[in-house]
Nanobody
Framework: QVQLVESGGGLVQAGGSLRLSCAAS????????MGWFRQAPGKEREFVAAIGWSGVLKYYAVSVKGRFTISRDNAKNTVSLQMISLKPEDTAVYYC?????????????????WGQGTQVTVSS
């Protein structure tokens, strides 16, 4: 069982930046992929970014590619999401997720544990 705790959300103006962090505990952190998803009011939870166990392979949703960067620190059991050039449509609750295996996926079912979420609000 993996426990995940997100931090770093908040209110920012369009064009601004935020950095989300997720601290993991439980299973050996370097044995599984990590991901970020988001859910806006009235919408389904959607994939944002994912990173494999080693940090080499990364995947991004088309809507965030070039603006968001996912990274991980296996020594500190953390995964981060650096977000720049934020847009109002990025407003959502952002969730950190632990993968079922070492290879990153992009589907909800590729992940087995979820954090409680952190709110990101981008004002226009």
């Amino acid at each position: 069982q993996v426990q995940l705790v997100e931090s770093g959300g908040g209110l920012v103006q369009a064009g601004g930046s935020l950095r989300l962090s997720c601290a993991a505990s439980g299973r050996t952190f370097s044995s599984y992929a990590m991901g970020w998803f988001r859910q806006a009011p009235g919408k389904e939870r959607e994939f944002v970014a994912a990173i494999g166990w080693s940090g080499v392979l990364k995947y991004y949703a088309v809507s965030v590619k070039g603006r968001f960067t996912i990274s991980r620190d296996n020594a500190k059991n953390t995964v981060s999401l650096q977000m720049i050039s934020l847009k109002p449509e990025d407003t959502a609750v952002y969730y950190c997720a632990a993968g079922r295996g070492m290879i990153a996926g992009t589907r909800l079912t590729d992940f087995r544990s979820w954090g409680q979420g952190t709110q990101v609000t981008v004002s226009s």
